[in-house]
């Protein structure tokens, strides 16, 4: 280890990050000397002459930047789940030296002309798959980052990438600070009625951690939405609502406090800016840079899609809300059906049409069996080995394993569970490493860090109880795991293409939404359910309820998805920030034309909506219904395997999944790999079906 490594845990390579040591003083001048060194590299490439190799171009091009995305990798990372204001200061003060190193070598014309006469060079005809891939991906890379603009084009669509990476965390800090300022204190228990008691013991625990009385809640997901789903007092319920519907807006209540907390011209300088970026390379709208390193092939031919979608589902949803609005009037005495009442109702509905409540669910899954149970369903499908292991982690809950073939390491991620204050809401797999394998032929394995915000364990009586589930948190986490499994169960040597490095934005959730269907698998829950007071696992005739509530409102759920894949389409194809129309407008239109259930006006969600203004999927949330298109017809061969048989837990259809999806990465395209495992192209049969709203 060298004496900068052993004096800055962030210049550390040899192994796994040092997260026991990192701390915000060591940012800066580690993020210095990396930036200055592959600078170096840059500097040194682009001058040399004769012939342009792999070796001597491509390799020390990526040996010296993947130290610098690794090194803000875990920056990023921490500034993520362990957000404090000192990490925060340093996070954005280096940030804009990062972005604009980035966005400089992606303008870079030598190293651009040296990728190009690589890819006409007689030599790359012999290179493997995954390196021509790496090259046409850099080619096209270099002319959507401005490298054939002019000199003045370039300088301003550098400062564009400079201001957008700034305005894009400003807006996730405001989402982040606006949620954890939030806090709704009950006195009196009485208004509690229908709430579970696992959650009002994590309210009571929440007052006391900061001194009060009474219950408290906050507006992370698992201390809020029950209060949408059980409380009986309605008033609760939209006090809830509103709170959460205009976090980080003009309406919120933080705004009083914090009017700079307001993503409201967040928004307008982002689509600003996105456009501009457009314009300046020649394309007409945003929608169409987005979708150049996608599968779809046109923002025209994903709205169309989208409608088509949203046409199939209209029926189901209207039958959907006039069930509900006639239940709430009937049955609730609720006459106008409001957005706070959405989840109470149908809670209440599914409780009366299915005789089962998710409260009553929930108790079949704490924590441990659900996931002893997903590290059981993975070495049955894929033939590997999940143990437990051992390195420094950003926070006493969170754990780390490794995944093993044949006793030999593939593999590691750490899990990270719960909800808590300084940590963005939501779930996602990131990568703290990627495969590769270098010169010496040693196997750099992929490292993965998973996150969800689920409900901490409760103490009660002084005795910590296991956490609860939901089932949908069940499916969150085999979501997010899937992700992890196409990071670390691939086989590709280039780092550039292996895991989920170089796919298909609107394939990347192929895996991910694959593996939620094994949540509705009796094989599956039968092994990680056992009830938090019995012991007992999940009786059959109840998962026969599940299984019959399982397309439960599916259109609206559907029509729901549809909008927020067509208001994001929307604003980055034909929306022009400059002209004058209001961001809210587009969503009234949007909703008009498309949504059963719309919301109030007050209602602001869009200035919360982290996946488009600050999670890399402008112009691309429809990517959500488009690989829900391949994951359902991909998950169709396993039923087809239990047709025949041999139960949906086959391990000859992992086998070939393995190999010719998660195994090949980005290596090629999404289609061809999808084509490889099914035979065909996919069919959105299996979707439809799985949604029940087939014909």
Request: aromatic content about 10%.
């Amino acid at each position: 280890m060298t004496t900068e490594a052993l004096n800055n845990p962030l210049l550390d390579f040899s192994g796994l990050p040092r997260f026991d040591a990192i701390q915000p003083e060591h940012v800066t001048p580690a993020i210095d000397q990396l930036l200055a060194q592959s600078q170096a590299v840059v500097d040194q490439l682009q001058a040399a002459t004769g012939e342009v190799t792999w070796d001597n171009f491509v390799a020390p091009l990526e040996n010296a930047t993947e130290l610098l995305g690794r090194a803000w990798g875990i920056v990023s990372h921490l500034n993520n789940v362990v957000d404090t204001p000192e990490l925060r200061a340093t996070y954005n003060e280096n940030q804009p030296k990062v972005t604009e190193f980035w966005t400089a070598l992606a303008q870079n014309e030598a190293l651009f002309a040296k990728y190009k006469a690589l890819r006409a060079s007689a030599g790359f005809d012999a290179l493997a798959p995954a390196r021509k891939r790496i090259i046409d991906n850099a080619v096209r890379d270099f002319r959507m980052g401005g490298a054939e603009l002019p000199a003045e084009q370039k300088e301003r669509f550098a400062a564009i990438q400079e201001e957008h990476a700034l305005t894009s965390t400003r807006f996730s800090e405001n989402v982040l600070d606006a949620t954890n300022d939030y806090k709704l204190t009950v006195e009196d228990e009485a208004d509690l009625a229908g709430l579970p008691d696992d959650v009002k013991q994590a309210a009571k625990a929440l007052a006391e951690k900061e001194g009060k009385g009474g219950w408290m809640f906050s507006l992370h997901f698992p201390s809020y939405y029950p209060i949408l789903q059980f409380a009986d007092k309605r008033a609760l319920r939209e006090t809830v609502y509103r709170a959460n519907a205009t976090k980080a807006s003009e309406l919120g209540e933080a705004f009083s406090k914090r009017e700079d907390w307001d993503n409201t011209q967040n928004i307008v300088t982002l689509l600003k800016l996105r456009d501009e970026e457009a314009k300046l390379l020649g394309y007409k709208n945003f929608a169409e840079v987005s979708l150049v390193p996608k599968m779809a092939q046109s923002p025209e031919q994903v709205i169309a899609f989208l409608e088509d979608l949203a046409k199939r589902a209209r029926p189901y949803a209207e039958q959907d809300y006039a069930e509900l609005r006639a239940f709430a009037r009937d049955e609730l005495g609720l006459d106008e059906l409001q957005a706070w009442d959405l989840p109470y109702a149908s809670e209440k509905l599914q409780e009366r049409r299915y005789a089962f409540s998710a409260q009553e669910v929930k108790q079949y899954f704490p924590e441990h069996k659900v996931v002893d149970g997903l590290f059981r369903l993975i070495p049955s499908l894929f033939s590997v080995a999940i143990l437990p292991d051992q390195a420094p982690t950003w926070h006493k809950d969170v754990r780390f394993f490794r995944i093993e073939r044949d006793g030999k390491l593939i593999g590691q991620f750490y899990l990270d569970l719960y909800a808590r204050a300084g940590k963005s809401g939501g779930a996602w797999m990131d990568d703290a490493r990627g495969r590769r394998v270098g010169v010496n032929g040693e196997v750099q394995t992929p490292v993965a860090y998973l996150t969800c915000n689920f409900t901490e364990p409760a103490v009660v009586d002084g005795k910590v109880q296991p956490s609860l589930f939901t089932h949908d948190e069940v499916i969150t986490l085999f979501h997010e795991f899937g992700h992890g499994l196409h990071h670390m169960l691939t086989l590709v040597d280039e780092i550039g293409v292996s895991g989920i490095s170089g796919v298909e934005w609107d394939a990347v959730e192929l895996p991910s939404q694959f593996m939620e269907n094994f949540c509705w698998e009796w094989d599956v829950l039968s092994h990680m359910t056992s009830h938090a007071q019995t012991g007992e696992p999940l009786p059959r005739a109840l998962y026969d309820k599940m299984l019959a509530a399982k397309n439960f409102q599916s259109g609206m759920q559907t029509l729901r998805q549809v909008e927020f894949s067509l208001l994001d389409m929307h604003l980055h194809f034909d929306y022009d920030p400059a002209g004058g129309q209001a961001v809210q407008s587009l969503i009234d239109d949007v909703r008009r034309k498309f949504s059963i259930v719309v919301p109030p006006a007050f209602n602001r969600f869009q200035n919360s909506f982290g996946h488009i203004f600050s999670g890399g999927y402008a112009a691309g949330y429809y990517s959500y219904k488009w690989a829900e298109v391949l994951s359902a017809d991909a998950y169709a061969a396993f039923e087809e395997a239990a047709a025949l048989g041999g139960g949906a837990i086959s391990a000859e259809t992992g086998k070939r999944f393995q190999r010719e999806i998660l195994a090949v990465g980005g290596s090629r395209p999404a289609l061809e790999s999808f084509t490889a495992f099914r035979g065909r192209e996919p069919s959105i049969d299996a979707l439809l079906r799985h949604s029940g709203m087939a014909a």
